[in-house]
């Protein structure tokens, strides 16, 4: 599986921002798209994640009712609409797969990472 993420950008406080994840090569209906997150200086940060085939989601605390996550399965596209953001959201965001169908917020449950898109928050 490959991942191509993209969407990123400078803002202002407050705005929204939609990134995409496009996935290519095998995938399966137990393949799960997660979003992770890292600041400079800090660990690899779950975001959320959600299944293909039935679209279940789990996300972290820190997005829940501000970030939605979502599929397009024709496209093989995931994307993560983020609202109201702040400089803590502040990161470069990696998409990641796993084939085995679990929704787990733990980076070492992922073995196919994408390159990373830089969203930068301004106050």
């Known amino acids: 599986v490959q991942l191509q993420a993209s969407g990123g950008g400078s803002v202002q406080a407050g705005d929204s921002l939609t990134l995409s994840c496009a996935a290519s090569g095998r995938t399966f209906g137990s393949t799960v798209i997660a979003w992770f997150r890292q600041a400079p200086g800090k660990e690899r940060e779950f975001v959320a994640a959600?299944?293909?085939?039935?679209?279940?989601?789990n996300y972290a605390d820190s997005a829940k009712g501000r970030f939605t996550i979502s599929k397009v399965n024709a496209e093989n596209t995931v994307y993560l609409q983020m609202n109201s953001l702040t400089p803590e959201d502040t990161a470069i965001y990696y998409c990641a797969a796993s084939i085995r169908g679990l929704l787990t917020s733990s980076p070492s449950g992922y073995v196919y990472w994408g390159q990373g898109t830089l969203v930068t928050v301004s106050s």
């Open positions: 959600i299944r293909r085939n039935d679209g279940r989601k």
